[in-house]
Antibody
Framework: QVQLQQWGAGLLKPWETLSLTCAVYGGSFSGYYWSWIRQPPEKGLEWIGEINDSGGTKYNPSLKSRVTISVDTSKNQFSLKLSSVTAADTAVYYC??????????????????WGQGTMVTVSS | DIVMTQTPLSSPVTLGQPASISCRSSQSLVHSDGNTYLSWLQQRPGQPPRLLIYKISNRFSGVPDRFSGSGAGTDFTLKISRVEPEDVGVYYCTQATQFPWTFGQGTKVEIK
């Protein structure tokens, strides 16, 4: 059973860089795209970006200038960096599998596995 | 960006009664490959989201059959045939047809 475990700093000052990592356990890392999604307090979900096992990335244009997603296939991990954070970046950050995958015969087009979430607070 | 609009935003329901949530997209969600990548997520209080339905009407592994999805093009519906206590939470529609992937604003299902 595939599980995602994520970690990273939970309290940042304005203009610092947010850094989170997500590890994939119990299943294949290759063949999938892996996403970061965030949820501000009492608000909805926002897709941040995705990466595949070859390091190919796509970012939400609303955050693109500040986001970097990277992958370490030797550890089955992928990471998020968000620079120059402000209070508006305060949110629970989730890692998730999908929505894309290479296997067209079993293609959900959905975020099917989620990490537990990491609350990140930006405050001076 | 494709805007996903859900109605209602809040749905008080009596236990054992049905519930229905609508989701409308600002553009057709039919992909060039012919599939429609509209899915539904459930988020229970204090939990991460969980996939319920993918490609409009396919239940994900382990999802009870009281959950069903329907629709086409730009209009979609999630139905719960008989609401159970564990169904309390927020439900989101999401599209993975066109970048950037987007979500509806969420519909809160609560017990009357």
């Amino acid at each position: 059973q595939v599980q995602l475990q994520q970690w990273g700093a939970g309290l940042l000052k304005p203009w610092e860089t947010l850094s989170l990592t997500c590890a994939v356990y119990g299943g294949s890392f290759s063949g999938y795209y892996w996403s970061w999604i965030r949820q501000p307090p009492e608000k909805g979900l926002e897709w941040i970006g995705e990466i595949n096992d070859s390091g190919g990335t796509k970012y939400n244009p609303s955050l693109k200038s500040r986001v970097t997603i990277s992958v370490d296939t030797s550890k089955n991990q992928f990471s998020l960096k968000l620079s120059s954070v402000t209070a508006a970046d305060t949110a629970v950050y989730y890692c998730a599998r999908g929505p894309r995958r290479y296997d067209s015969s079993n293609y959900y087009g959905a975020f099917d596995i989620w990490g537990q979430g990491t609350m990140v607070t930006v405050s001076s | 960006d494709i805007v996903m609009t859900q109605t209602p935003l809040s749905s008080p329901v009596t236990l054992g009664q049905p519930a229905s949530i609508s989701c409308r997209s600002s553009q057709s969600l039919v992909h060039s490959d012919g599939n429609t990548y509209l899915s539904w997520l459930q988020q229970r209080p204090g939990q991460p989201p969980r996939l319920l339905i993918y490609k409009i009407s396919n239940r994900f592994s382990g999802v009870p059959d009281r959950f069903s999805g329907s629709g086409a093009g730009t209009d979609f519906t999630l139905k719960i045939s008989r609401v159970e206590p564990e169904d309390v939470g927020v439900y989101y529609c999401t599209q993975a047809t066109q970048f950037p992937w987007t979500f509806g604003q969420g519909t809160k299902v609560e017990i009357k």
